[in-house]
């Protein structure tokens, strides 16, 4: 079983920047492709971004790309969300997830271990 706990969230204003990051214990990240997902008050849990084991691809969502970067340090059981240049859209309970996939899945139900999530806020 792996333990995901995520970290870096926070109130922050529209164009401002946050790195989120999740730590894994139990076992090691190596054996999964990761992901971050994000939910809004009253909507469904959405992609965001995932990497797969090795971290030489991965995916995003399209209203993420060009300002959100996902990396992993396997070393270190580490996962981060570079989040550049925030909008009011972006406010959300933030999860950290891993799937056990040879791909970086981007549907939902690949991923088996969440972690409780982060918020993020963004004001205008």
């Known amino acids: 079983q792996v333990r995901l706990i995520e970290s870096g969230g926070g109130l922050v204003q529209a164009g401002d920047s946050l790195r989120l990051s999740c730590s894994a214990s139990?076992?090691?990240?190596?054996?999964?492709?990761l992901g971050w997902f994000r939910q809004a008050p009253g909507k469904e849990r959405e992609f965001v971004a995932s990497i797969t084991r090795g971290g030489g691809s991965a995916s995003y969502a399209d209203s993420v790309k060009g300002r959100f970067t996902i990396s992993r340090d396997n070393d270190k059981n580490t996962l981060n969300l570079q989040m550049n240049n925030l909008q009011p859209d972006d406010t959300a309970m933030y999860y950290c997830a891993a799937a056990p996939a040879t791909y970086a899945p981007t549907s939902r139900s690949a991923f088996r271990h969440w972690g409780q999530g982060t918020q993020v806020t963004v004001s205008t």
């Open positions: 139990g076992r090691p990240f190596t054996p999964y492709a």
